[in-house]
C-alpha cells in the first residue's frame, strides 16, 4: 500500500495575530497572488507616469517654444533652454519605453535596447546642464566682477555643447559594449558604467548640492542682513535642484548602482516603476517651476499675463525694480532713475555747496569704483577739472547734478 506523504507548511497571518497550517499545495496559489498585486501595482504606477510624460512634453515644449523665439537672452536663456530640450527628449523616450515594456510586452527586442540607451543619454544631459547652471550662478555671486566684465561671451553656449557631446559619447560606448545582442566583453562594459557612475554620483551631484548650498546661504544673508528679496533666478534654480535630488536621483541610483545585484523580480519591478513615476515628475516640475517663480509676487495680481511674460520674469537675471527688491547676487545690476526717490539737496552733509538743481534722484556713485551709495549721492570725481581761479573742487552726481564745494 503506497503511503501518501502530504506535507504542511506552519505559516503565520499578521493581520490575526494567529498561525495556520496551510497545504503546500495552497503555497504557489498565495505566491501567484501576491505577484499579481505586484504587477497591478507596477501597471498602476507605470500608466501614471505616461500620463506625467504627456503632460511634461507639452510643458517643455512650450518652454522651447518660448525660448528659442525669444528676443531677450542672457547665459541662462541658453542654458534653460537646452535643459528643457533634454527634458523633452527624456519624457519622449520614457513614454516610448513604457509602451513597450507595459503594452507590448517588448522588453527583449532591439527597439527597446535603442530607446533606452536614448531615454540615459537625455537623463545624463539633463543632469549635466543642471549642474552648469547651479554653478555658473554661483560664480557669478562669489566672483561678480570677473562674471560681468572678465567671463567669455559666448560660455554658455560652448559649455552647453561640450555636456551635450561628453553625454553623447559616453552613452553611445556604454551602448556599444553593454548592448546585450553583441558578443560584448563584460570587463569593459562595467568600466564603461563604472565611470557614468563616477561622473552622475561623483561629480555632477555633488557639486550641484555644494552650489546649492551656497546659494541659499547667500540668500538667507541677504535677506537678513539688506532685508532684500531674492531674485527669481535664484528661486528657479533653487527649486530645479530640490526637484531633481527629491525625484530625479532614484533612477541614477537605480541605473548605476542598484543595476549591478541581483535583486527579487517582485522587488526590482516595483523600483523600476517608481523610478520612472519620479523622473517623469521631476522633468515635468520644471515649466511648472518657471511659471511659479514668474507669477510669484508680481505687482498686478489681476492683471493677465502671458507665458512668456512669466517666463521672461523667471529668468531674469538683473531686478525688476518694484518694491524692494533688489539684486543679491552682487553682480552691479543698477536700478533706474524713475524708480529711485527724489533727495533734496538740503541733505547734503557738506557745507559751503551750491547745487545747480534743487532735486536730485539717489543714483550709484561712478568713480573709479562703481559703488552704490544711499542718497544724497555726491560723488567726487577725480577725472573732473578744478576752477584754478577760486580753487573750488567740482563733485557732481552720475544723475546730472554738479555742485561746486569752497
Known amino acids: 500500500m503506497a503511503h501518501v506523504t502530504q506535507i504542511f507548511t506552519l505559516v503565520h497571518l499578521p493581520s490575526t495575530g494567529m498561525s495556520q497550517i496551510l497545504n503546500s499545495s495552497q503555497i504557489p496559489e498565495l505566491a501567484r497572488n501576491g505577484t499579481d498585486a505586484v504587477y497591478t501595482l507596477a501597471f498602476v504606477v507605470n500608466v501614471m507616469a505616461a500620463f506625467i510624460c504627456v503632460c511634461g512634453i507639452v510643458g517643455n515644449s512650450l518652454v522651447v517654444w518660448l525660448l528659442a523665439f525669444s528676443i531677450q537672452r542672457n547665459p541662462f536663456y541658453v542654458y534653460v533652454l537646452n535643459l528643457a530640450v533634454a527634458d523633452l527628449l ?41 549642474t552648469a547652471i547651479s554653478t555658473q550662478r554661483c560664480l557669478s555671486v562669489l566672483f ?5 566684465v572678465q567671463r567669455p561671451r559666448h560660455t554658455s553656449t560652448v559649455v552647453c555643447t561640450l555636456l551635450w557631446v561628453l ?5 553611445t560606448l556604454a551602448s556599444f559594449f553593454c548592448h546585450h545582442f553583441r558578443n560584448s566583453d563584460q570587463e569593459q562594459c562595467s568600466a564603461i558604467n563604472t565611470v557614468l557612475g563616477i561622473l552622475i554620483l561623483g561629480v555632477f551631484t555633488p557639486l550641484i548640492t555644494l552650489s546649492s548650498l551656497i546659494l541659499f546661504v547667500r540668500i538667507k544673508r541677504s535677506s537678513q542682513q539688506w532685508r532684500r528679496r531674492p531674485s527669481r533666478l535664484l528661486l528657479v534654480i533653487l527649486a530645479l535642484v530640490v526637484v531633481f535630488l527629491i525625484f530625479s536621483l532614484p533612477l ?40 511659479l517663480v514668474g507669477r510669484w509676487r508680481k505687482q498686478s495680481r489681476n492683471q493677465q499675463e502671458s507665458l512668456r511674460v512669466m517666463l521672461d520674469r523667471a529668468l531674469r537675471e538683473e531686478p525688476e525694480g518694484t518694491g524692494k527688491e533688489t539684486p543679491s547676487s552682487g553682480t552691479n545690476e543698477v536700478e533706474s532713475e524713475s524708480q529711485l526717490p527724489k533727495v533734496s539737496v538740503r541733505e547734503r552733509p557738506a557745507t559751503g555747496v551750491r547745487p545747480e538743481r534743487v532735486f536730485s534722484p539717489a543714483c550709484p556713485c561712478r568713480g573709479k569704483l562703481p ?27 552720475s544723475c546730472g547734478s554738479a555742485v561746486e564745494v569752497n
Open 90 to 130: 527624456f519624457l519622449l523616450c520614457m513614454g516610448c519605453v513604457i509602451c513597450l515594456s507595459v503594452i507590448f510586452r517588448a522588453n527583449d527586442t532591439s527597439a527597446y535596447e535603442v530607446v533606452r540607451r536614448v531615454k540615459y543619454f537625455a537623463y545624463t544631459a539633463s543632469l549635466s546642464l543642471l
Open 144 to 148: 561678480p566682477i570677473w562674471y560681468k
Open 167 to 171: 553625454s553623447l559619447l559616453m552613452n
Open 252 to 291: 541614477g541610483i537605480y541605473w548605476l548602482i542598484l543595476y549591478w545585484f541581483k535583486l527579487e523580480q517582485n522587488v526590482n519591478l516595483v523600483y523600476v516603476s517608481i523610478s520612472r513615476l519620479s523622473s517623469a515628475i521631476s522633468s515635468t516640475a520644471n515649466p511648472i517651476v518657471y511659471i
Open 371 to 397: 559703488s552704490l551709495c544711499s542718497p544724497p549721492c555726491w560723488c567726487h570725481f577725480s577725472r573732473m577739472p578744478t576752477s584754478p581761479s577760486t580753487g573750488r573742487v567740482l563733485w557732481s552726481s
